[in-house]
């Protein structure tokens, strides 16, 4: 599978923090160092996203899994 090409909106000056909420996960991709993650934003347009795949290892790990199950978990309780 080849990856989705998205055009860049990348500007000379650097910009504040990007804040999106990916709302719909429906499509994820490794291909070669890379892992894509797409679907819909709050406001339902659609984006992807990009990470190198060792970082993306290194950083989310069975500690991280396990502590975003005890987040969400938490979460539901008090729902």
Same mark, same amino acid.
């Given at each position: 599978?080849?990856?989705?090409?998205?055009?860049?909106?990348? $500007?000379? @000056? @650097?910009?504040? &923090?990007?804040? @999106?909420?990916?709302?719909?996960?429906?499509?994820?991709?490794?291909? /070669?160092?890379?892992?894509? &993650?797409?679907?819909?934003?709050?406001?339902?347009?659609?984006?992807?996203?990009?990470?190198?795949?060792?970082?993306?290892? /290194?950083?989310?790990?069975?500690?991280?899994? /396990?502590?975003?199950? /005890?987040?969400?978990? $938490?979460?539901? @309780?008090? $729902?």
């Amino acid at each position: 599978m080849t990856p989705i090409e998205i055009e860049s909106t990348r $500007k000379e @000056k @650097k910009e504040e &923090l990007i804040h @999106k909420r990916m709302n719909d996960i429906n499509t994820f991709q490794a291909h /070669e160092n890379e892992v894509y &993650l797409r679907g819909s934003d709050e406001y339902g347009n659609d984006f992807q996203i990009c990470f190198d795949s060792f970082n993306f290892l /290194e950083w989310i790990d069975k500690e991280q899994i /396990e502590y975003i199950k /005890e987040q969400l978990i $938490k979460y539901i @309780k008090e $729902k």
